[in-house]
Each structure stands twice: as C-alpha cells, then as structure tokens.
C-alpha cells in the first residue's frame, strides 16, 4: 500500500506532528510506501483566487469553477495543485491529521480542499460519489481537540464528533474516497488542563499507541454509511424509501 499523510498544524513539535510520525513509522514497519504533505511547512497557499491561474478562462469576473475547469483542461493548474493531485491519485490510503479548531477544520486544511479538489481535474457533475476520481481509494482523519472526550459525544458541550466532522468526511466521499471511522485525541490543550501532567503523558502516550494499533488494521475496518447519488431524485432529495445516514441528510419518517 501506499499511503499519503496530509498534516495541518504550524508547529512541527506539536502532538499532530507527532502523531503523523507515529504514522509514518506505522506505515513503514508494515511494508508501505508513504508520503508527506506538510501543508504549513510547504507554505501551501490555501486562498483559492485569480492569482493561482495564469491563462484566464474570464478574465473580466473571477469563479473558481470556471478558471479550475480552464486550467485543468489547458494544462495550466497550478503546480502546487497539481503535485497535491499527483500525490492523491499515488495513495491508496490517505490520513488526515490536524487539530479541530472552532469546532472544525483550520483554516489551512479547508483552503488545502477549495484549491486541490478542483472542477475538473478531481470532480466534474458526471465524477462524483460512486463514480467519484479516487474511487476505490480510502481515507481516515485523525484529529486531535481540546476538550475531554465525552464531550464530543451525543449529548456532550462540544458537539458529536461525527456530525463536526461531517463536512469533511462528505468531501472525501464526495470525490469517490471510502471514508473509515475517525480517530479522536482529546484534552491535547496548550492552555487549559484537564488531568496531571503525568495523566496527560500516560494518555498522550496512549493515543500514539492507539493510532499505531488502528492503522496496523484498515482492512479490518467498515467506512462509514452515506448516501450516493442514485439515492436522491432529479431534485436532489432522498428518494422515497431510501436511507439517511445523518441529521445532515434525513429519510422521511
């Protein structure tokens, strides 16, 4: 297998970092091949614009869609772009590590997704979902949060974690990926503490160990249900009968 890690976290001595490590190592006693993106070490530029194309499709009025599908149809997408497509079409796996920020992805990561899933060159109205680019590929975040971890369940303060990461794992499965359960770090906290130091070393250890134990058995691991597109009609809702698999996209009751 090979295997892509894409790391977003500005500090290359923080726990993310060390858990793309521990990936690393992982993937590579097994027998894997595996690459890098280190978005912030790479000063990958996230604010999609009509500076990243060079032959405007419309050069009057600016549209991502547009000058993407240009691009990719010119041979002139960016080249930070497209080694990150490169790099998506290599892997057979890709992980994805970063800290849940203000209940989601940080800014870095999100940018990493308008600029690198681009109209044409990973998705077009007929190459999404069950027909989707990286068909047949698999993805997985791991993402580390501040708060203990029973509040990220059902009825925890800070949100169920399936549903913040919901936008996320839709994305993946957008462009074709299987997307398999998370993994969660929590109470990883630069201000407030939630244990003693020597509790939070026993965890902090326990979580590398974990990360290494659940990538040491993907294949062992179902993705996670969401709806296709042969579920919904021509106006894009679910068809009569058809399942819902999140309160984002809910069945008729």
Do not use: C
């Amino acid at each position: 297998m090979h295997a892509l890690i894409v790391l977003a976290h500005p500090e290359p001595h923080s726990f993310n970092a060390q858990l793309k490590d521990t990936a690393v190592e992982t993937f590579k006693a097994q027998g894997h091949t595996v690459e890098v993106s280190d978005l912030y070490a790479e000063d990958f530029q996230p604010a999609e614009g009509p500076r990243h194309f060079a032959r405007r499709a419309r050069p009057e009025r600016f549209g991502a869609q547009t000058e993407q599908r240009h691009a990719h149809d010119t041979g002139t997408t960016a080249a930070d772009v497209a080694a990150e497509i490169a790099k998506l079409e290599r892997a057979d796996f890709v992980l994805f590590q970063y800290p849940i920020w203000w209940f989601g992805m940080p800014a870095m990561l999100k940018g990493w997704i308008d600029r690198v899933f681009t109209f044409g060159g990973v998705y077009t109205a007929k190459q999404r979902y069950e027909n989707g680019k990286f068909l047949g590929k698999r993805a997985m975040l791991s993402v580390t949060a501040g708060a203990p971890e029973p509040s990220y369940s059902y009825n925890g303060r800070s949100g169920e974690l399936a549903l913040l990461l919901w936008p996320m794992h839709k994305s993946l499965v957008y462009v074709g990926f299987q997307v398999l359960p998370p993994f969660l770090s929590a109470g990883i906290q630069d201000g407030i503490k939630y244990d003693r130091p020597v509790d939070e070393r026993h965890r902090i250890d326990a979580y590398k160990k974990g990360l290494a134990e659940r990538l040491g058995r993907l294949d062992a691991l179902a993705p996670l249900p969401f709806n296709m597109l042969a579920d919904f009609d021509d106006t894009g809702r679910l068809k009569p009968g058809a399942p819902g698999y999140s309160p984002f996209i809910r069945a008729e009751p």
